[in-house]
């Protein structure tokens, strides 16, 4: 079992509509929570991040975090096509990041 | 906007040989990571670096493998004798303060390295 799941979709949307991310986990270690976006040929860029159970609020992006279930979400609302791109989730064990396990990633279409 | 640059964009080498990925991390951060990630596959974690020394590694990144800072601007990671599986895009991150704070890694375009 990966330690962490991410449909890698392909997922397509109509502009405007909210869009919904998941990523499951196992390992209860986990603590810190990210989300990346990777556009074509480009580095993962972080968008969100999170340390605890609840929501974050950043512009149009929500991220979730349901510890207890080891489930996190990413919400863009109002998606754009700039928003077209590839949606990493990523966690970590304790304050060190950079030692992170991503998921799969799921690659997101927005068509106009 | 400061950036992580890496060099080459490309290499391409031989089964065998010698490589040195190339990165100019952000000049006020302070902690330095690489990771790869196979065509098709996920993002991995090798190695993090701080204050000249490695900070923690993963099990991919075995002796073959090797970083440095050889002056105040470049980071580098070394591949001693490459192998097919090697092949991979390799990113370059930093970081201002201890990753997992409230600070941002901030990743490189990264190199894609082609072992034939």
């Known amino acids: 079992q990966k330690e962490v799941e991410q449909d890698p979709g392909p997922l397509s949307v109509p502009e405007g509509a909210i869009v919904s991310l998941n990523c499951t986990y196992s390992n209860s270690a986990f603590q810190y929570f990210m989300w990346y976006r990777q556009y074509s040929r480009k580095g993962p860029e972080l968008l969100m991040y999170?340390?605890?159970?609840g929501n974050k609020e950043d512009g149009r992006f929500t991220a979730q975090v349901d510890k207890s279930s080891k489930y996190i979400s990413l919400f863009i609302r109002d998606s754009q096509p700039s928003d077209s791109a590839t949606y990493l989730c990523a966690m970590s064990k304790g304050t060190n990041a950079g030692k992170s396990t991503f998921g799969d990633g799921t690659t997101l279409t927005v068509k106009p | 906007e400061p950036e992580v640059t890496q060099t080459p964009s490309h290499q391409v080498t031989q089964m065998g040989q010698e490589v040195i990925l190339r990165c100019v991390p952000i000049s006020n951060h302070l902690y330095f990571y690489w990771y790869r990630q196979i065509l098709g596959q996920k993002v991995e974690f090798l190695v993090s670096?701080?204050?000249?020394?490695?900070?923690?590694k993963s099990e991919i990144f075995d002796d073959q493998f090797s970083v440095e800072r050889p002056d105040g601007s470049n980071f580098t990671l070394k591949i001693r004798s490459t192998k097919l599986e090697d092949s991979a895009m390799y990113f370059c991150?930093?970081?201002?303060?201890?990753?997992?704070?409230?600070?941002?890694?901030?990743f490189g375009p990264g190199t894609r390295l082609t072992v034939l």
């Open positions: 670096f701080y204050n000249n020394e490695i900070s923690e």
């Open positions: 991150a930093s970081s201002e303060s201890r990753a997992g704070s409230t600070d941002t890694q901030y």
């Open positions: 999170t340390y605890s159970s």
